[in-house]
């Protein structure tokens, strides 16, 4: 076989898809970028100034930020010991089961499963009748359109999420690693921060860096949980293109959050990868 | 010490699936409800909301869409995926790394800012709102997932086996079609349900690319707008059983035949 048909080949192999993400994914980004920095008929840096000297629009970053690292957080906490329950207290023929119990909800509609908080959360809904009729309340909390609801419906799917990477991190833990730290001395918790948490952590990065850029490029949960008394960068986002049709300033934004998005991923990816060494 | 940790795993554990599982659980109770609104007190069971859901054109219509969408866009994005991956396992230089890179490189960019280039783009060039648009967004987000694991499987057993093809005189799409394919069955089928779950479930680029004519995500999204809404308990129920029912089928599909190899 000669050396330009073997070339031949692998341009009809990996021409199409190449070609698709070329001109569907980096065009638009390049679109996009360009986009940006276009106003009043030429170019111009007006959207970026626009962002700098206008405080609600810094707030939507900071409050974007804010939500992202408490909800990631949470998530980590809550999901770590659950984790840990799978993959070390429950016996093994039933884990295969509890492991889909714990996805099961992942297959309800992203859109229905930040609804169905509303339910829970409404000054009518079933979280205040409960503590209503239990007398620990006297007014119904004001739960719904509050950052604290943003914060729960998110940590509700990302609990699914970072409960999956750490249980499958946990399972690649060689027992005879905590036998040697016992063996040398080394008590529960000692063997746990010094021998497990560290092992574990890769698990932890992945789930959390995962949480965070889904949270952060999220629109549906703090639009239909948090309302829009605060607004998050996506709401921002997606507000310029609906109400106010500046699809300059949208770009101008988007490309704002992706280099902050990149920012945590080079952050990430560097941490961990000292972890390692 | 060992019947306590259990005690407090197995309390933990209790008081986690409470939480996950409550608002399902309230969710498809409320969907069954009598009166007007999804709040307690429950006033039910009546199949109200599901007939009123059903029997409404612009939900099964949007139903019908989603799945065009999805059904569509996921076979564009495992064939590229496949053929994508295929090359790419032969590429052993610096040129198939930048072009590994390329295709996996949407898996790190949020959905809300693929759909808003993509926005910026259309708009440019004129191409309107549309079914079409989402599709093509949706090939955008999944078919790095489909490369991605398409190519992990793409062995040295594979490439062996293909030269074994080639030596008995099989023709480049005879060796895909009939040797590769047939080996990577259970890959292929699980790259296309996962695209399909992920587009049947996508809200943000199909909200961004439509207008009229929509998936069932965006036009759930409207109903939500005029608040609590006892059709869309019904709707979410219908698409978490859908959706369940998918996942149980691949778990068939793929896993069921997994054991009957072993």
Not at chain 1, 156 to 172: K, S, V, W
Not at chain 1, 188 to 217: E, N, R
Not at chain 2, 130 to 137: D, E, F, K, N, R
Not at chain 2, 232 to 246: D, K
Request: charged letters at 10%; a positive charge; hydrophobic letters at 55%.
């Amino acid at each position: 076989m000669t050396g330009s048909k073997i070339n031949w080949h692998m341009v009809l192999l990996v021409g199409p898809a190449v070609l698709f993400t070329a001109l569907f994914f980096l065009v638009p980004l390049i679109a996009m970028a360009v986009a940006s920095f276009t106003g009043g008929g030429g170019l111009s840096l007006d959207n970026y100034r626009h962002f700098l000297t206008q405080p609600s629009y810094i707030r939507a970053l900071v409050n974007s930020l804010e939500v992202t690292l408490v909800v990631t957080g949470i998530s980590v906490v809550v999901a770590y010991p659950l984790a840990w329950v799978l993959a070390e207290r429950v016996p093994e023929r039933w884990q295969r089961v509890a492991l889909m119990l714990t996805i099961l909800p992942f297959w309800t509609s992203y859109v229905v499963r930040s609804y169905s908080w509303l339910l829970l959360l409404a000054e009518r809904g079933v979280v205040n009748r409960a503590l209503l009729a239990s007398g620990l309340l006297d007014q119904p909390l004001q739960l719904a359109n509050t950052r604290t609801a943003t914060v729960i419906g998110f940590v509700h799917f990302f609990i699914m999420l970072l409960t999956l990477t750490i249980y499958a991190n946990f399972r690649q833990l060689s027992p005879s690693y905590r036998k040697a730290a016992a063996d040398l001395g080394a008590s529960g918790l000692q063997t746990f921060l010094h021998v497990v948490l560290p092992l574990t952590l890769p698990g932890i990065m992945v789930g959390a860096f995962l949480a965070f850029v889904l949270a952060i490029g999220d629109y549906v949960t703090p639009q239909l949980l948090g309302g829009s008394n605060e607004l998050l960068m996506p709401q921002l986002i997606i507000q310029q293109i609906g109400r106010r049709a500046d699809l300059p300033l949208a770009a101008a934004l988007s490309l704002i959050l992706m280099i902050v998005i990149s920012i945590a991923y080079l952050a990430c990816a560097r941490w961990l990868k000292l972890e390692r060494t | 010490m060992n019947r306590f940790l259990d005690l407090i795993a197995g309390l933990y554990a209790l008081v986690a699936y409470g939480f996950i599982y409550l608002p399902i659980v309230v969710l498809v109770l409320f969907s069954f409800q009598a009166s007007r609104f999804p709040l307690p007190p429950f006033t039910g069971p009546s199949l109200r909301w599901y007939g009123e859901v059903l029997g409404d054109s612009k939900f099964t219509g949007a139903m019908v869409n989603s799945v065009v969408v999805g059904v569509v866009s996921s076979a564009v994005a495992v064939l590229l995926g496949f053929l994508a991956a295929y090359g790419c396992a032969r590429m052993r230089d610096r040129l198939g790394g930048a072009i590994r890179a390329l295709l996996i490189a949407p898996l790190s960019v949020s959905y809300l800012i693929i759909g808003m280039g993509l926005v910026v783009l259309f708009n440019w060039a004129g191409v309107p709102k549309s079914l079409l648009a989402v599709g093509i967004g949706h090939v955008v987000i999944n078919l790095p997932l489909c490369f991605a694991i398409l190519y992990s499987q793409m062995s040295d057993n594979i490439i062996r086996l293909e030269q074994a093809a080639r030596d008995l005189g099989a023709r480049e799409w005879q060796v895909l079609s009939l040797v590769v394919a047939p080996v990577l069955w259970p890959a292929l089928l699980a790259s296309f349900v996962l695209s399909l779950t992920l587009s049947w479930d996508e809200f943000l680029i199909a909200f961004l690319l439509t207008r009229f004519e929509t998936t069932l995500p965006v036009e759930i999204w409207t109903l939500l707008r005029s608040g609590l809404n006892p059709k869309a308990n019904a709707i979410g129920a219908v698409v978490f059983g859908v959706s369940i029912l998918m996942v149980v089928l691949a778990e068939l599909a793929i896993f069921g035949k997994g054991t009957k190899k072993s």
